[in-house]
């Protein structure tokens, strides 16, 4: 089991590598423009996806300027904001996709997209995780194992690279 759970789980890191490698960039030049506009970068992690926001502020390497963005957070033009949550058509993560949009405050989304329409709609930037159901079948005839906070993960740890990148050419140049 723990063999075809890896073979699963590393196809899917490599299909969101290949197939979101373009918007991942873009995520993180987005994101990045909070720091050359003197910002902070506001990160909203939905239900098992908080796994990110908690890397993100809490990790061994976080990233200046990076915070949790909570009902009380005060936005500015110059704050980027990245929301991650399982699905597309989460509830609270539309609600706020929507309030972000209507304030014109720039963000990324990480989601798996849903037939509905969701925040893949309304982020700058949406990233797929292209998991829609578990990675293995199990006795029931069901699916199990769905990983969707190891896939946010290696997505922020994606992004995290490009806006260290991009940081480093700003200040050198």
Not at 47 to 52: G, K, L, P, T
Not at 54 to 79: I, N, P
Not at 81 to 88: C, D, E, M, N
Request: charged share 30%; hydrophobic share 45%; aromatic share 8%.
């Amino acid at each position: 089991m723990s063999k075809m759970f890896m073979t699963q789980l590393s196809g899917l890191l490599k299909r969101i590598s290949e197939k979101e490698e373009f918007a991942i960039e873009d995520a993180g030049r987005l994101l990045a423009q909070s720091f050359m506009s003197e910002g902070s970068i506001y990160m909203k992690g939905f239900s098992e996806m908080a796994a990110i926001e908690t890397e993100a502020v809490f990790g061994a390497e976080v990233l200046s300027s990076v915070k949790r963005w909570t009902e009380d957070t005060q936005l500015t033009e110059a704050d980027r904001v990245l929301i991650a949550t399982r699905f597309s058509d989460d509830p609270d993560a539309v609600h706020l996709a929507k309030k972000l949009a209507a304030e014109g405050i720039p963000f990324a989304a990480i989601a798996s997209k849903k037939a509905e329409a969701g925040i893949d709609e309304t982020a700058d930037v949406f990233i797929d995780l292209r998991l829609t159901k578990g990675l293995l079948p199990d006795d029931d005839g069901g699916r199990t194992g769905f990983p969707s906070s190891i896939a946010g993960l290696y997505v922020y740890f994606l992004m995290k690279m490009t806006i260290e990148e991009i940081i480093a050419e700003y200040e050198e140049g």
